[in-house]
T-cell receptor
């Protein structure tokens, strides 16, 4: 009964390095999404997926890449880290379907610092 | 102007006080969510509502669709209620529901 698991919890990267933030859920949720949280701003959608093999861009997709090969996993890749990507990242999942309004389950977050 | 506005941004209350946090939105929505985030912690979903009122323990959430407004009330507040409370709205797009977030209300409850 893990819910949404995010790893790592903390990460420091050097500018230009790449890395993958992992997100896994065990609730058979179709919808998964990545958000970033910056001081003074609401969470912003980076990328989302409505099912395996289907992904789409959110509000702030530049510099990030995603894939969804299984229902359970939705990794977020930073291609070439920049200081502007210093943020707290949250993964969230939900059921998705004709009745859209299901509650969301969030992961515990990844605090990323790019130096 | 943000699509989701919360007030106040910061709120300090004494233990036992009745607390109200407000959320206004400017777009048509399918549902509104109230979330709680403790310092350094993850985000927990408190309520999702599309009409009327919901209650869970000391927390009450109401929504007025016509006025595009929602309130989160905490009765008999306690220091453990200290957290950031975030309002988010579901904007249906295709087959998926996307969330648009307010910037949060930071609540501190003191003894």
């Amino acid at each position: 009964n893990a819910g949404v698991t995010q790893t790592p919890k903390f990460q420091v990267l050097k500018t230009g390095q790449s890395m993958t933030l992992q997100c896994a859920q065990d609730m058979n949720h179709e919808y998964m999404s990545w958000y970033r949280q910056d001081p003074g701003m609401g969470l912003r959608l980076i990328h989302y997926s409505v099912g395996a093999g289907i992904t789409d861009q959110g509000e702030v997709p530049n510099g990030y890449n995603v894939s969804r090969s299984t229902t359970e996993d939705f990794p977020l890749r930073l291609l070439s880290a920049a200081p502007s990507q210093t943020s707290v990242y949250f993964c969230a999942s939900s059921y998705s379907g004709p009745i859209f309004n299901y509650g969301y389950t969030f992961g515990s977050g990844t605090r990323l610092t790019v130096v | 102007k943000n699509e989701v506005e919360q007030s106040p941004q910061n709120l300090t209350a004494q233990e036992g006080e009745f607390i109200t946090i407000n959320c206004s939105y400017s777009v048509g929505i399918s549902a509104l969510h109230w979330l709680q985030q403790h310092p350094g912690g993850g985000i927990v979903s408190l309520f999702m509502l599309s009409s009327g009122k919901k209650k869970h323990g000391r927390l009450i959430a109401t929504i007025n669709i016509q006025e595009k407004h929602s309130s989160l009330h905490i009765t008999a507040s306690h220091p453990r209620d200290s957290a950031v409370y975030i309002c988010a709205v579901s904007l249906n797009t295709g087959t998926a529901s996307k969330l648009t977030f307010g910037t949060g209300t930071r609540l501190q409850v003191t003894l």
